[in-house]
């Protein structure tokens, strides 16, 4: 009898081991690796993925595999591997990680049932409980709280019984089809056998005998004006026939998206991507760093790669971040590529996001749009793997398995022999300096393609508004262009760098700050539920109309969020029709594409956004851009603030001007000497990069080190501090003597539900058993991890350092 090796979905367990198990009978033909699978696991039923065969156990007593799940495997041996390698290198689960590469509705959904065994009258409550049924949902027991010891002593008796079942949450999508079930001159017979009364019938009837092919029937009737009864009529009599069929959600409309075709490419391009061509008809793997300013067909040089790609039979995966998915961009790959394109991201329901992953799986779509998870398309023939905007933080996992979209990108590059392209008009400092060390092939275009020049920029130091008296947060230039832009029917767009900003209360008198009681955060203020809420944990509560600290009644907000600066600009500008696009403007299903196809109608001067508005938008009437703080994010503690700044910058200049228009562009700004700030404005990335490097190289930052943060937490402060101290001391016992242990130092937020925050920043060169040392201060902890008592995250090459 066959045994299979199955990774079971426990994360708690501190061991990434199988478990082996028996196959029965009746799945000795159908079983395969990558296939998902019910087991007995203690008291319950768990699901687990079979990773493997074998024919003997050193374990004696194995049970049997319950239930398949799957008919065809969800996991290739490729993403299987990919798994192993994943949770080593971030320190996780290899069954966490094997459940992060396929959609949500695939995990197991666990239920407890109560299940009655015997006619024996049982105690009062619970007879009451089932009400004659003979099995019930634990949580009807648990929302009628009821005494526990009644079920227990119900559970011993033997009269009850409580079941642990798995179900997958699977839900696929249906319709129902009608069509003829009998050849035409059948139907023309019937119709000459109808009475005239019956016209609907009638009309059906003749409908088919002109168009015998299958319609959907809600549409038909419709669209024929008959109801289901006239229909179920003519299915009795056997002359049509209905059938339910599976269908694909699909959440785009294709058919309205207008085909286009290559461009011819410059000059530029030609060279970029010739190279790129050649490692993908010659099956090479490569990792190219496609560095190019906004608007300088980088997008054209994707879109023709994977041309290439799709004539040679092989599949392609784009990453996009999320923001930047916006109808706009995936149109541009749908238009070249049609129905070949599955797309991913959080803005789809758990249903569709399992139709387009199917359609994956099902080698039914050959090219993949999509978000960072996208990196974990099925397919299992991949030409090239393109990252646009590689320096997106979003490319990382910020919970577990903590992966960056860049590392597995690269692995699934050298498995597929492809070439990996990683684009960007400020690449990240890691990929630039591996491009020039030679890890990389830089490939670069420094020419828009409509040989524009980049808008101009101008700063504005806002010390010297202040001193002049302007109080406002708009400078005396901002506003006069606004003026200007609106006055000639032109677009702006409007960025509050946010980051590190938001909206507090404080008390003028004393000063005292409303602060989250669970977390060491201030509250920010919601203006209009007239609510303070923290952004960490779900707490909430309303204004105070006193302070509660001196009871003067000055209590005010300050800070600038979004709805203030709309406020603020409304009442400068009354004419000024303002669209607003932040978290709370978009938090509803396709309220981000709703503002901005407004925008791009018109129906708005002015879009004021945070990051988000900074990312891949192209609309060709905006001629001024504006920030309204550069420089709100470099007094964050993270040494990639410069970088991000930089960033953000340039990424905004770029949405001006894109077309016919000349673009203009004005960053406001209380240090306007800082090198990321003015090096933007030259659009001087090689400046900053030396700049940049440099100060890396004196603080000991990557690239010149990597990085691994663990962070610990406990509800008691002292046992938080001094798990970290043990953790420090091990590491510090263990590592190379030119690596460096940092701490244990409280985090940048000390405290965050409830829970005192710790970390442990360790620098390093080369430490190849670093994740070694991990695991075993891990399994040193696991008693109390377990116990949920104390919380350790490691998070190795960190971009999140809060
Ligand atoms: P990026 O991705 O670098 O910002 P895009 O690929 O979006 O640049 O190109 C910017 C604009 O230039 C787009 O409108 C695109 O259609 C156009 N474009 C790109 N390549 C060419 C080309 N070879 N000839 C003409 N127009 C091009
Ligand atoms: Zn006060
Ligand atoms: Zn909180």
């Known amino acids: 009898m066959k045994i299979a090796k199955i990774i079971v979905d426990v994360p708690a367990s501190s061991i990434n081991q199988t478990f082996d198990y028996l196959v029965p009978e009746k799945f000795q033909d159908i079983l395969q690796e990558g296939m998902r699978v019910i087991v007995p696991f203690g008291p319950r039923k768990v699901m687990g993925f079979i990773t493997g065969f074998t024919d003997e156990s050193s374990h004696g007593n194995l049970k049997e595999i319950i239930d398949v799940l799957d008919i065809t495997p969800v996991l290739t041996d490729e993403l299987l591997e990919l798994g192993k390698w994943i949770a080593d290198k971030t320190i996780s689960f290899y069954i966490t990680v094997l459940q992060a590469m396929l959609p949500q509705v695939l995990k197991a959904h666990y239920k407890k049932e109560i299940v009655r065994l015997s006619e024996m009258e049982l105690n009062p409550e619970l007879e009451y409980l089932f009400a004659g049924r003979d099995r019930i949902q634990y949580e009807e027991f648990e929302g009628a709280s009821m005494s526990y010891y009644h079920l227990q002593k119900a559970v011993q008796d033997g009269d009850i019984a409580i079941e642990h079942l798995v179900k997958s949450k699977i839900t696929k999508k249906y319709t129902t089809m009608l069509k003829p079930a009998k050849p035409v001159h059948l139907l023309e017979e019937a119709l000459l056998d109808l009475s005239k009364q019956a016209k609907k019938q009638r009309k059906i009837l003749s409908y088919f005998i002109e168009h015998p092919d299958p319609v959907e029937k809600q549409k038909f009737k419709s669209e024929l004006n008959v109801t289901e009864s006239t229909v179920k009529t003519l299915v009795d009599k056997q002359l049509l026939e209905s059938d339910k069929v599976e269908v694909y959600r699909n959440p785009y409309n294709d058919k309205m998206i207008k085909r286009t075709e290559a461009l011819p490419l410059t000059e530029e391009q030609k060279a970029a991507i010739k190279p790129v061509n050649e490692h993908i008809a010659n099956q090479e793997h490569e990792v190219f760093l496609l560095h190019g300013v906004t608007g300088s067909g980088k997008t054209e040089i994707y879109l023709q790669s994977i041309q290439t790609v799709l004539e040679k039979g092989e599949e392609a995966i784009v990453l996009v971040p999320e923001i930047s998915l916006t109808p706009q961009m995936v149109n541009r790959f749908k238009a070249r590529f049609g129905s070949k394109v599955a797309v991913m991201h959080s803005g789809l329901s758990t249903g569709e996001k399992y139709d387009e992953w199917r359609r994956m799986h099902n080698k039914e779509v050959k090219v993949v749009v999509g978000a960072r998870s996208a990196v974990f398309a099925p397919f299992e023939n991949i030409g090239i793997i393109i990252i646009d905007e590689e320096h997106e933080t979003t490319y990382k996992q910020e919970d577990q398995p903590r992966y960056h979209a860049r590392d597995i990108a690269i692995k699934r590059g050298e498995y597929h022999q492809c070439p990996v392209i990683l684009g960007s008009a400020t690449p990240t400092l890691e990929s630039y300096a591996r491009a020039k060390k030679g890890v990389y092939q830089l490939i670069s275009l420094t020419k ?15 010390r010297k508004e202040l001193h002049a ?71 909430e509560e309303s204004l105070p109309a006193l302070c509660p600290e001196c009871d003067s009644d000055l209590i005010r907000y300050f800070g600038t969020g979004t709805q203030r600066v709309e406020e603020a600009l409304t009442q400068l500008i009354p004419e000024a029709r303002v669209l607003r696009m932040d978290v709370d403007t978009t938090r509803r299903k396709g309220s981000h594409e709703k503002i901005l196809n407004q925008f791009s109608n018109r129906e708005a001067d002015i879009l004021l956004g945070t990051q988000m508005i900074a990312k891949g938008l192209d609309f060709n009437n905006v001629t001024l851009a504006g920030v309204l703080t550069a420089d709100s994010m470099l007094n964050l503690p993270d040494f990639r603030a410069s970088e991000k700044t930089f960033q953000l910058l340039t990424q905004v200049s770029g ?97 965050m539900k409830d829970r005192y925050r710790f970390q442990c920043m360790v620098k390093y060169k080369n430490e190849p058993s670093l994740n070694k040392y991990m695991n075993s201060i891990l399994a040193h902890f696991h008693d109390e991890i377990r116990k949920n008592e104390l919380m350790i995250a490691v998070d190795m090459q960190p971009y999140h350092l809060m």
């Open 655 to 751: 949405r001006a001007g894109r077309h016919d228009l000349t673009g203009e562009v004005i960053v406001q700004t209380y240090t306007p000497d800082h090198y990321s700030v003015e090096l933007a404005s030259q659009y001087n990335f090689q400046a900053f990069y030396n700049q940049e490097m440099a100060v890396r190289k004196t603080f000991q930052y990557p690239p010149y080190v990597f990085l691994a943060l663990i962070t610990v937490s406990h509800e008691n402060r002292i046992k938080a501090e001094q798990a970290t101290r043990k953790i420090v001391q091990t590491l510090l016992n263990h590592v190379n003597e030119n690596t460096v242990v940092l701490g244990p130092s409280p985090s940048p937020i000390p405290r």
């Open 448 to 462: 828009r393609t409509n040989e524009k020049e980049m808008p101009s920029v101008e700063i504005v130091d806002m």
């Open 469 to 539: 008296g302007n109080r406002s947060m708009f400078s005396h230039l901002l506003t006069e262009k606004m003026r200007d832009c609106i006055d000639k029917g032109e677009q702006i767009v409007l960025l509050l760098n946010r980051r590190g900003y938001s909206t507090f209360v404080m008390c003028r008198e004393c000063g005292f700050v409303n602060e989250c009681p669970h977390c060491d955060i201030a509250l920010t203020f919601h203006k209009n539920s007239s609510r303070l809420k923290c952004h960490y944990c779900s707490y």
